[in-house]
Structures are given as structure tokens and as C-alpha cells.
């Protein structure tokens, strides 16, 4: 350490203090603005919930489909009793 | 067990002509990947617009602490009392001119090789100030660059660690649409996928055109009833008549199925 290692932060504190107003207005947005302006996050267990909900929606219509398509295969004799199923009786 | 496998047969494909009447045409999922791109582009254009203010901000903190906050504190750090003392007495011997000297001794001028030997110790001490001036203001710069950058790295990182926070929040709240937005279009695709698949095998069976007569019969009563009801006739007939209808229908469908159970 030299004899010159000089010390300013006292004057530094006294200049933050006299600029105050000014460092103020560079921190950026205050609480209440960050509040007002952030987007409200939906409850995270409640949208899990519903997604896991939707998801099992969509494996069931997936589960449909795939036995639809094997259905698709099945020998005449499955296809007879089901037209007669659904034959103009019904309809 | 023949009977219960023809009844579950018979369910599937009841559930399955009812089930047929929704629609979820392929645009659903045009519509959906459209979506995603827009909530891709939104989410960027907010981050972007984020980025600019505190750029902006970082830009007004610079400038106010090179036009500001700077020349104030050095017109304080120059009046600090350890700095003043250094500078003084270095800078009172060092602006010295020996060129300005004149020594006398005993009220005459003293005589050479003594004048030039007393100059020449003058001279080093001179330069011996001027050194030491040197250092005082090396030292000077330091200790008021360390205070000055303190000061920027401080206003910079607590607007850095805000915009951190905002750009968190922002791309969070995007997390959470876009996984929303993904198990939606992935419903929509297994829902159009089994739509689909229903009207191959129904057309398959040769019922598909039974089955949308079906819908457009049942669009038609809708109407029907609803056109009977806007034209004011008696409600208790009007009910009467579909009631009585219904149960025709499901007389029917009972019927059906015994004659299946019964082959």
C-alpha cells in the first residue's frame, strides 16, 4: 500500500445522497408497476389438473381410433352383425 | 360369452354412430399450429420490447454517471483533506523552476562550482516532488475510478437482475399457455385422427350415409319442433308427438337388438 491510497467513499455516499431524486427514477419499475404489469400466473396444480384431463382425452380418442382402424380388418361376419345393428331400425 | 361379446359390439358401435356426429374438421389443426406461431411470435416481440426499455435504461444510467453523478463526486473527492495535504505540499515544490533560482550567500552571489552544485541538489529535489505529485494523482484516479465504477456496477446490476426477473415472469406465463396450447392441439389431432377413422370404417360398413341421414333427420325434427313452439301451438300436442315418436324409435332399436341376441 502506497501513501497514496486515498479514500473517497465518504464523498461518494455524500453525492448518492445529494442525487438522490435522480438514482431514484434509474431503478428501473417500482413493486406496484411490476405487479401491475406482470402477466397473473394461473394456479400451476390447477392447470396441471386440467392438462392432465385433456391429455387423458386425447389418449382415449388415440385408443379409439387405433381399435377403429383394426375394426377396419375384422372378417364379414362382424361387419354383418353390426350393419344389422345399425341397420334402418334403428335409424 | 357370444352374447356378451355381440352386445359389446353392438355398444361400441352405437356409442360409435352417436360419437360420429361431432365434426372436428382438418383446419382445426391448421388453426392450431397458426396459434402456436403466434404465441411463438408474441412471446418474442414482448421479450423484445422488454429488452429495449432496460437497454434504455442501462443507456441512462451510463450517461448520468458520466455527466452527473461523476463531476459531482470529483468536485468533493478533490477537497478530501488527506488529498488536499499530498497535493499541496507536492505540487508547491514541484512547479518550481530552477531556471528562476538565484542563490546568494552572506548577501553576495555565491560562486561557482558551489552555485552549481547547490542548483543540481535543488534540481533533484524538484524532480523528487514532481514524482511524488505523480503518485498523488495516480492515487487520486484509482481511489475515484474504484468509487465511480462501484457506483455503475451497482445501478447496472439491480436493473440487469429486474429485467432478468421480468423476462422470467414474461417467458413463465408463455410456458404455461404454450403447454396449454400443445395438449389442446393434441386433443384436436386425436379428435380429427378418430373422426377420420369412424367415417372409413362406417363407410366401410356402407352406414355412413345411414348415419348422416340419421343426423340430418334429427336436425330436421329439431327444426320442425322448434318452428311448432315459435308458431304457438299447444305445447302439451306438441310434446305428446315427439313423445309418442321416441318411444316408437326406442320400441324399435329393443326390438333389434333381441332379434341379434336371438341368432
Redesign the interface.
Known sequence: M????????D??K???D??SG??QK????SEEQ?QKL??N??D?DK?RE??RA??A???E??K??AL??Q??TVPGV??D??????????? | MKKQA?IA??FF??S??LSGCFSAPKQTIELAEITDEQIAELQKSHIRFVQLY?DK?RE??ND?IDN??TP??LS??V??E??RE?LDDAYATSTIDPADLSISWKGQPLPEPQNRAVLSGVKTAITDEQAKLG??L???S???L??IN??RTS?LA??DD??QM?ID??N??FA?LQ??QA??K??L???V??K???D??LK????LE??Q??TN?VLEKADKLSGLLQSGEDANKILNQVTEEANQ?IQ??G???H??MEE
Do not use: C, H
Open positions: 502506497s501513501n497514496y491510497d486515498f479514500d473517497f467513499s464523498e461518494a455524500q453525492t448518492d445529494e442525487l435522480d438514482i434509474l431503478q428501473g419499475l411490476l406482470l402477466p400466473r394461473v400451476q392447470l386440467i392438462i385433456v391429455n382425452a386425447t389418449s380418442n388415440e379409439k381410433a377403429m382402424q375394426l377396419q362382424v361387419k352383425v353390426v350393419k344389422k345393428v345399425i341397420s334402418g331400425s334403428i335409424i | 355381440s359390439i353392438l358401435f352405437v360409435l354412430i432496460y435504461l441512462d444510467i448520468f452527473k453523478w459531482t463526486f468533493k473527492a477537497q478530501n488527506q488529498f499530498s503518485a498523488v495516480l492515487g487520486f484509482k481511489a475515484a474504484k468509487e462501484a457506483r445501478l439491480s436493473v429486474q429485467e421480468v415472469e414474461i413463465g406465463a404455461d403447454r396449454s395438449a389442446i393434441g386433443y389431432a386425436s379428435a385422427n378418430l377420420a377413422q369412424q372409413l370404417a366401410k360398413l356402407g352406414v345411414k348415419s341421414n340419421l333427420a324409435k324399435n332399436i326390438n333389434t337388438v332379434e341379434i
